[in-house]
């Protein structure tokens, strides 16, 4: 029995011994690591994201629209409530809640304010607050950027400090 236990243990030791890893694999290894983070930031800077960000699939994207910038995210987008409104091919979210009363709240708000708001839902329960929706991506982008004129970060609850374009 001693001897079987001993000869698993010394083939245990030869087999660990044979996964040495060599300097060339090693610097491979290394190589195409560096490949891939440069690849990575190439793309995050063109996203305008800080380096090594993460990234969701489903996010909003900046796009040049009249050589400024927006967030814009393709998603299905269904009207839930507020005042009706013809839903058109780009709407700008100016929030987003995982309920639907915060959300009707703040499209509450904004009728106050003047705006034709109303409240749109997409995939995976998100409830946008939908300040406006226009036919083209260059009216949305106009009304995104006045939106925001003067308005902090915060104030835009579950998107990236900032209005988002969505086209449904």
């Known amino acids: 029995m001693k001897r079987i236990i001993m ?17 060339s694999n090693y610097k491979a290894a290394y190589d195409a690591a560096q490949k891939k983070r440069q690849a990575a930031a190439a793309v995050d800077a063109e996203m305008s994201l800080p380096a090594g960000a993460l990234q969701a699939v489903d996010a909003p994207r900046k796009r040049v629209v009249d050589g400024d910038s927006v967030y814009v995210v393709k998603q299905p987008l269904k009207f839930t409530g507020g005042l009706e409104v013809d839903v058109h091919r780009w709407n700008v979210a100016v929030a ?14 904004l009728f106050t304010k003047g705006y034709k708001a109303f409240s749109g ?13 226009f036919e083209t991506l260059h009216e ?29």
């Not at 987003?96 to 708000?109: D, G, I, W």
């Not at 308005?151 to 988002?164: H, M, R, T, W």
């Open 121 to 133: 839902e997409s995939t995976g329960d998100r409830f946008y607050v939908i300040a406006g929706s």
């Open 140 to 168: 949305a982008a106009g009304f995104a950027r006045k939106y925001a004129e003067g308005k902090d970060a915060s104030a835009f609850i579950g998107l990236p400090g900032e209005p988002v374009v969505i086209e449904k």
């Open 96 to 109: 987003c809640y995982k309920m639907p009363t915060n959300c009707a709240a703040q499209v509450s708000e």
């Open 7 to 23: 000869g698993l243990a010394v083939g245990a030791l030869l087999a660990a011994a044979g996964c040495k890893p060599t300097e």
